[in-house]
Protein backbone atom coordinates (compact mmCIF):
# COMPACT_ATOMS: atom_id res chain seq x y z
CA UNK A 1 0.00 0.00 0.00
CA UNK A 2 3.09 2.56 0.95
CA UNK A 3 4.45 1.93 -2.65
CA UNK A 4 1.03 2.56 -4.07
CA UNK A 5 0.84 6.06 -2.76
CA UNK A 6 3.79 6.43 -3.20
CA UNK A 7 3.58 5.91 -6.83
CA UNK A 8 0.06 7.08 -7.45
CA UNK A 9 -0.87 9.29 -3.87
CA UNK A 10 -0.27 12.66 -5.75
CA UNK A 11 -2.01 11.73 -8.79
CA UNK A 12 -4.81 11.01 -7.19
CA UNK A 13 -4.88 13.68 -4.84
CA UNK A 14 -4.63 16.11 -8.05
CA UNK A 15 -7.33 14.37 -9.57
CA UNK A 16 -9.76 14.45 -6.56
CA UNK A 17 -8.55 18.64 -6.64
CA UNK A 18 -9.83 18.89 -9.95
CA UNK A 19 -12.90 17.27 -9.20
CA UNK A 20 -13.59 19.32 -6.38
CA UNK A 21 -12.64 22.29 -8.33
CA UNK A 22 -15.28 22.09 -11.02
CA UNK A 23 -17.73 20.99 -8.67
CA UNK A 24 -17.47 24.22 -6.67
CA UNK A 25 -17.50 26.31 -10.07
CA UNK A 26 -20.66 24.54 -11.18
CA UNK A 27 -22.32 25.00 -7.93
CA UNK A 28 -21.56 28.91 -8.02
CA UNK A 29 -22.84 28.88 -11.96
CA UNK A 30 -26.55 27.33 -10.51
CA UNK A 31 -26.38 29.61 -8.06
CA UNK A 32 -25.70 32.80 -9.94
CA UNK A 33 -27.64 31.89 -12.78
CA UNK A 34 -30.67 29.92 -11.25
CA UNK A 35 -33.99 31.54 -12.16
CA UNK A 36 -36.62 33.10 -9.89
CA UNK A 37 -38.98 30.15 -10.19
CA UNK A 38 -37.62 26.82 -8.82
CA UNK A 39 -34.66 28.83 -6.99
CA UNK A 40 -34.93 26.71 -4.01
CA UNK A 41 -34.46 23.59 -6.36
CA UNK A 42 -31.23 25.19 -8.02
CA UNK A 43 -30.13 26.05 -4.60
CA UNK A 44 -30.38 22.11 -3.44
CA UNK A 45 -28.57 21.10 -6.63
CA UNK A 46 -25.55 23.97 -5.84
CA UNK A 47 -25.82 22.67 -2.87
CA UNK A 48 -24.51 18.75 -3.66
CA UNK A 49 -21.81 20.42 -5.46
CA UNK A 50 -20.76 22.20 -2.90
CA UNK A 51 -20.61 19.06 -0.99
CA UNK A 52 -19.16 16.98 -3.50
CA UNK A 53 -16.47 19.58 -3.67
CA UNK A 54 -15.69 19.81 -0.20
CA UNK A 55 -15.42 15.69 -0.09
CA UNK A 56 -13.20 15.94 -3.74
CA UNK A 57 -10.92 18.65 -1.52
CA UNK A 58 -10.66 15.99 1.89
CA UNK A 59 -9.91 13.61 -0.21
CA UNK A 60 -7.09 15.54 -2.44
CA UNK A 61 -5.47 16.63 1.27
CA UNK A 62 -5.79 13.21 2.42
CA UNK A 63 -4.39 11.58 -0.43
CA UNK A 64 -0.91 14.10 -0.78
CA UNK A 65 -0.55 13.62 3.25
CA UNK A 66 -0.81 9.67 2.12
CA UNK A 67 2.02 10.22 -0.87
CA UNK A 68 4.31 12.75 1.11
CA UNK A 69 4.43 10.11 4.23
CA UNK A 70 4.69 6.98 1.64
CA UNK A 71 7.56 8.79 -0.17
CA UNK A 72 9.38 10.14 3.04
CA UNK A 73 9.50 6.21 4.99
CA UNK A 74 10.58 4.06 1.38
CA UNK A 75 13.19 6.99 1.64
CA UNK A 76 14.28 6.50 4.71
CA UNK A 77 14.08 3.33 4.53
CA UNK A 78 16.41 2.97 1.34
CA UNK A 79 18.81 5.39 3.43
CA UNK A 80 18.99 2.37 6.30
CA UNK A 81 19.97 -0.04 3.79
CA UNK A 82 16.47 -1.55 3.03
CA UNK A 83 14.37 -2.68 0.75
CA UNK A 84 10.92 -1.10 0.93
CA UNK A 85 9.39 -4.11 -0.03
CA UNK A 86 10.50 -7.84 1.17
CA UNK A 87 12.71 -8.94 -1.66
CA UNK A 88 13.42 -8.20 -5.13
CA UNK A 89 15.70 -9.33 -7.84
CA UNK A 90 18.90 -8.81 -9.40
CA UNK A 91 20.64 -9.54 -12.50
CA UNK A 92 23.56 -12.16 -11.65
CA UNK A 93 25.01 -12.42 -15.35
CA UNK A 94 25.62 -14.73 -18.18
CA UNK A 95 27.23 -17.55 -17.67
CA UNK A 96 28.65 -19.87 -20.33
CA UNK A 97 27.63 -23.08 -18.53
CA UNK A 98 30.12 -25.75 -20.81
CA UNK A 99 32.84 -23.13 -20.46
CA UNK A 100 32.08 -22.48 -16.91
CA UNK A 101 32.74 -18.85 -17.80
CA UNK A 102 30.97 -15.65 -17.46
CA UNK A 103 30.33 -13.75 -20.94
CA UNK A 104 29.00 -10.90 -18.63
CA UNK A 105 29.39 -10.40 -15.03
CA UNK A 106 29.20 -11.32 -13.01
CA UNK A 107 27.79 -8.20 -10.88
CA UNK A 108 28.06 -9.85 -7.51
CA UNK A 109 30.09 -12.13 -5.93
CA UNK A 110 29.29 -15.74 -3.67
CA UNK A 111 30.83 -14.71 -0.23
CA UNK A 112 31.55 -18.08 1.74
CA UNK A 113 28.85 -20.35 0.94
CA UNK A 114 25.60 -22.01 2.11
CA UNK A 115 27.10 -25.55 3.54
CA UNK A 116 24.49 -27.06 2.07
CA UNK A 117 25.07 -25.86 -1.71
CA UNK A 118 25.01 -28.17 -4.61
CA UNK A 119 26.20 -27.87 -8.29
CA UNK A 120 28.60 -25.31 -10.33
CA UNK A 121 30.04 -22.87 -7.51
CA UNK A 122 30.13 -20.14 -10.22
CA UNK A 123 25.77 -20.00 -9.77
CA UNK A 124 24.51 -18.84 -6.26
CA UNK A 125 22.37 -21.11 -4.75
CA UNK A 126 19.45 -20.49 -2.33
CA UNK A 127 20.66 -19.79 1.01
CA UNK A 128 23.88 -17.96 0.17
CA UNK A 129 25.74 -15.09 0.67
CA UNK A 130 26.37 -12.24 -2.44
CA UNK A 131 28.45 -9.10 -2.17
CA UNK A 132 27.75 -6.35 -5.15
CA UNK A 133 30.30 -6.06 -7.02
CA UNK A 134 29.00 -3.38 -9.46
CA UNK A 135 26.03 -0.71 -8.92
CA UNK A 136 23.12 -2.77 -9.65
CA UNK A 137 19.21 -1.81 -9.64
CA UNK A 138 16.73 -4.42 -7.76
CA UNK A 139 13.69 -5.13 -10.07
CA UNK A 140 10.31 -6.84 -9.02
CA UNK A 141 8.03 -7.14 -12.62
CA UNK A 142 5.14 -4.31 -13.08
CA UNK A 143 6.56 -3.00 -9.63
CA UNK A 144 5.32 0.71 -10.81
CA UNK A 145 2.19 -0.92 -11.17
CA UNK A 146 1.31 -3.32 -8.65
CA UNK A 147 3.60 -3.05 -6.19
CA UNK A 148 5.28 -6.16 -4.59
CA UNK A 149 2.62 -7.98 -5.56
CA UNK A 150 5.08 -9.82 -8.56
CA UNK A 151 7.97 -10.40 -5.87
CA UNK A 152 8.16 -13.70 -6.56
CA UNK A 153 7.96 -14.20 -9.89
CA UNK A 154 11.46 -13.68 -11.60
CA UNK A 155 11.36 -10.76 -14.38
CA UNK A 156 13.20 -13.37 -16.79
CA UNK A 157 11.02 -15.88 -16.77
CA UNK A 158 7.63 -14.14 -15.96
CA UNK A 159 8.22 -11.39 -18.94
CA UNK A 160 10.05 -11.54 -22.19
CA UNK A 161 11.44 -7.55 -22.02
CA UNK A 162 12.89 -6.13 -18.78
CA UNK A 163 10.97 -2.42 -18.48
CA UNK A 164 11.42 0.50 -16.53
CA UNK A 165 8.23 -0.15 -15.24
CA UNK A 166 9.94 -3.43 -13.07
CA UNK A 167 12.61 -1.04 -11.49
CA UNK A 168 11.84 -0.54 -7.69
CA UNK A 169 14.05 2.62 -7.43
CA UNK A 170 16.64 0.88 -5.44
CA UNK A 171 20.27 0.59 -6.55
CA UNK A 172 22.40 -1.40 -4.32
CA UNK A 173 26.15 0.02 -3.98
CA UNK A 174 29.21 -2.14 -3.81
CA UNK A 175 29.75 -3.96 -0.67
CA UNK A 176 26.13 -4.39 0.21
CA UNK A 177 25.48 -8.04 1.22
CA UNK A 178 22.78 -9.67 0.36
CA UNK A 179 20.79 -13.09 1.05
CA UNK A 180 19.91 -15.48 -1.70
CA UNK A 181 15.94 -16.22 -1.34
CA UNK A 182 15.99 -18.01 -4.83
CA UNK A 183 18.20 -18.26 -8.05
CA UNK A 184 16.19 -18.80 -11.65
CA UNK A 185 18.07 -18.85 -14.68
CA UNK A 186 17.08 -19.21 -18.78
CA UNK A 187 18.60 -20.62 -21.81
CA UNK A 188 19.65 -18.11 -24.83
CA UNK A 189 21.55 -20.67 -26.84
CA UNK A 190 25.44 -21.16 -26.68
CA UNK A 191 26.54 -17.60 -28.16
CA UNK A 192 24.43 -15.72 -25.39
CA UNK A 193 24.44 -18.55 -22.48
CA UNK A 194 22.30 -18.55 -19.44
CA UNK A 195 21.07 -15.52 -17.74
CA UNK A 196 20.79 -15.66 -14.17
CA UNK A 197 18.77 -13.98 -11.38
CA UNK A 198 18.97 -14.19 -7.85
CA UNK A 199 15.76 -13.44 -5.40
CA UNK A 200 17.28 -11.30 -2.90
CA UNK A 201 17.15 -9.41 0.90
CA UNK A 202 19.12 -7.16 2.49
CA UNK A 203 21.31 -9.58 4.53
CA UNK A 204 20.84 -9.41 8.08
CA UNK A 205 23.66 -10.55 10.44
CA UNK A 206 21.49 -11.70 13.25
CA UNK A 207 20.00 -14.37 11.08
CA UNK A 208 20.63 -17.55 10.67
CA UNK A 209 21.11 -18.51 6.99
CA UNK A 210 19.08 -20.94 4.77
CA UNK A 211 20.83 -24.25 4.62
CA UNK A 212 23.08 -23.71 7.75
CA UNK A 213 23.36 -25.83 10.52
CA UNK A 214 22.60 -24.88 14.37
CA UNK A 215 24.39 -26.41 16.68
CA UNK A 216 23.18 -28.08 19.56
CA UNK A 217 23.04 -27.14 22.84
CA UNK A 218 24.79 -29.37 25.91
CA UNK A 219 20.78 -29.95 27.28
CA UNK A 220 20.20 -31.34 23.67
CA UNK A 221 22.77 -33.37 23.10
CA UNK A 222 22.11 -35.47 26.31
CA UNK A 223 18.64 -35.95 24.61
Given amino acids: ?36 RGKSTSRDRANVFFRGAALMTLIAVLSFIEAAVAIQRNHALKEAGFFPFGSGWVFYGYYDQPRKTFLSGPFEKILPRNEAAEGDKNIPEKGDLLEVLKPS ?27 KSDETGVVLQPKTRLSVKDVVWKNFGPMNGISIWA ?6 PNAQREGTVIPQ ?7
Fill in 199 to 204: RVEIFN
Fill in 217 to 223: TPAEKKQ
Fill in 137 to 163: KVYIPYFQLTGSAHENDAPILYKFIIE
Fill in 1 to 36: MWNWFEHYGMTLGFFALGLGIASAVYGTYLMKNSPK
